[in-house]
């Protein structure tokens, strides 16, 4: 598996995978009409991701297709996504996208990461030394947990 940067080629197969990983962990974790309103089935494009903004670090995972991905926002100590397709789950595609956008924000100094966790990926943050702060709404209205770890 590689973990990089995307192609431009490869967007449009990360916003598929975004609502796809979105349906999969909201039916695990939400109602019906919760789940939809995070999936935004139809609504994603490969322009809905911050690949040119230089304050984010924006990456897939790769193997034989585009299995998940992350991004980092260092100068705001934020994960802002880590995300799976579901055909992917298991195999340690969310474990490497979470080492590797540690590991940046680590080189550029950060001490301290923050994110959002859905409901349904708390367990996995916990397993990578996030430790839950409070629940809260994320700016879509989706309740989550705000989980911090210190680098």
Known sequence: MQVRPPTPTELSAV????TAAAEAGGRRAYDESTTAAWAKRGERGP???PVDDPASHFVVAVT????GFSEVVPDAGEVRAVYVHPDCERRGVGTAL???V???ARGRGVESLSLQSSLNAVGFYETAGYEADAAEASPGGIEVVRMEKSL
Do not use: F, I, P, W
């Open 64 to 67: 034989d297709r585009v299995c």
């Open 98 to 100: 979470l080492a590797h």
């Open 15 to 18: 916003a598929e995978l975004h």
């Open 47 to 49: 322009d809905d991701y």
């Open 102 to 104: 540690e590991g940046y």
